[in-house]
């Protein structure tokens, strides 16, 4: 089954930018790791919300706005695809995402398929 | 037999309805055939066959490739093994505590939605929808209909375990149904995991808790534990609590559960050892961090101890909100000579307090503390 971990990092952020350089790599590379098991197909690390549009079209007029969709700690950081088992597989993987315990939330969801 | 069929299946509604239509030809067949040597056997192969021939009918494809799995074997274990998978599914992490409750009684307990939704005090429909959005999410998320790997099983078998406490715990104040429906529940886990020892502990607190039920009240009227009519309890079941506490400590269990039970066992004795009592209440209290069990432990305390050792302890929680935490006080503080504060406290706790035995209780307390 394909899942999608939505990875929000919140205060793994902040908690992340606190630490020394060697332990920064070590976390990236766990996030290499994930990126490469068998079951990942797909995965990115957003750049920050700051850098974030909004696109939004209403009675045929387009609105752009500067920032992301919602201007809260729970920001969208990136994201993984991964195609497992079943749901536990795919929880398992989320909670070996940094982010989970360094304050941030994975949401794991299905895809939509076939 | 719906459990194996869940399991086969993938599909809770799919599975209901096979199984309903294979007891149907079984109840015209058997009569006029002879009931067959191994009638659950039967009555699953029956249910397949149904199931196959209805996936084949609806012609969807991906359903069709489980027609290429053959049936596995059909010993008797294999219905312990699938009704097992079938708890850990029913209280998976990734469905709302509700929704565990309602599925449990639903798949394991075979109560009816309507028995459910009676048994928690909200309309049929609520509970028909909680239960079709249970099943819907088990499915799209996929849930696996698995016993969990090794290192999932202590806290999966931990929600499991609560979501039968919990439902226990509804039907304690009153609705036997519930209660008894939970002991079941409990019964089928200890023959399920006869080597897990919280599995058992659970189990006996139930028992010793509902072992008492006969003597909680009288006339309407709440009657605590020190004054109750021993002669009205259940001695079968508190005897089944004791046995199976026995087996909890056999396998060396000392979690929450078996702490539990031993309270409950020692409180069934006479004359009761509050010391040890209190001994566990603080055992438990380390593990739990609850203050609710502190206070509980207060209440032991204040027997072995004294009042005043006990309300240092009550002192010291922070449970303003909690109806039992004033009615300890008031206790403790009427023993100690302290009538005004007692007064408040009662009042305090009346205030919190919703059940009309309850209610009663507290203002038959409050009325002998009344200045002379």
């Known amino acids: ?114 | 037999m719906v459990a194996s069929l869940i399991g086969f299946l993938g599909d809770f509604d799919r599975a209901e309805e096979a199984a309903q239509e294979a007891f149907a030809v079984a109840a015209e067949r058997w009569p006029r055939d002879g009931t067959p040597d191994n009638p659950g056997a039967w009555l699953v192969t029956t249910a397949r066959n149904r199931a196959i021939d209805r996936i084949r009918r609806e012609r969807v494809l991906t359903e069709k490739t489980k027609l290429l799995e053959p049936p596995p074997p059909m010993p008797e274990s294999i219905f312990a093994d699938e009704r097992l998978e079938l708890v850990f599914t029913c209280c998976h992490p990734a469905l709302a505590l509700d929704a565990q409750v309602a599925l449990t009684l639903r798949t394991l307990g075979g109560l009816s939605t309507d028995e459910i939704a009676r048994a928690f005090l909200v309309p049929e429909t609520t509970m028909a929808q909680r239960l079709v959005r249970a099943k819907k999410k088990i499915k799209a998320a996929g849930i696996p209909f698995r016993i969990p790997a090794d290192h999932l099983l202590p806290d999966r078998l931990a929600a499991v375990l609560a979501v039968v406490y919990l439902i226990f715990n509804e039907g304690y104040g009153g609705r036997n149904e519930l209660a008894a429906e939970a002991i079941r529940l409990g019964r089928a886990l200890a023959e399920l995991m006869p080597d897990e020892p919280e599995v058992h502990a659970l189990l006996a607190l139930m028992l010793l808790h509902d072992g008492r039920r006969g003597a909680r009240f009288a006339d309407g009227e709440l009657v605590l534990l020190r004054d109750q009519d021993r002669s009205l309890w259940d001695s079968a079941q508190i005897a089944g609590g004791v046995a199976s506490l026995e087996r909890a400590l056999a396998l060396q269990g000392r979690r929450p559960y078996v702490l539990q039970a031993a309270i409950a066992s020692l409180h069934a004795e006479e004359p009761v050892d509050w010391a040890e009592i209190a001994a566990l209440y603080r055992e438990l209290a380390r593990l739990t961090s609850s203050p609710v069990v502190e206070l509980n432990g207060a209440v032991a305390v204040a027997e072995s101890e004294g009042a005043a050792a006990a309300l240092a302890i009550v002192d010291t929680l922070d449970l303003d909100g909690y109806l039992y935490l004033h009615s300890t006080r008031a206790e403790l503080l009427s023993r100690l000579g302290r009538r005004d504060e007692a007064r408040t406290a009662y009042r305090r706790a009346l205030a919190l307090a919703q059940a009309e035995p309850e209610r009663r209780f507290l203002e038959r307390r409050l009325a002998a503390l009344s200045p002379r």
């Open chain 1, 1 to 114: 089954m394909k899942y999608a971990l939505l990875i929000y990092s919140g205060e793994a952020r902040d908690e992340w930018d606190a630490l020394p350089e060697t332990e920064q790599k070590a976390i990236m590379a766990e996030y290499v790791a994930i990126a490469g098991e068998p079951g990942t197909y797909g995965g990115e690390q957003l750049q920050p919300s700051a850098t974030a549009t909004t696109v939004r079209v209403e009675g045929g007029q387009t609105l752009t706005t500067d920032g992301p969709f919602m201007d809260t700690k729970e920001v969208l950081g990136g994201f993984y695809l991964i195609d497992v088992p079943d749901l536990d597989a795919a929880l398992d993987v989320a909670a070996r995402v940094p982010a989970a315990r360094m304050g941030g939330i994975v949401e794991v969801r299905p895809l939509v398929e076939g």
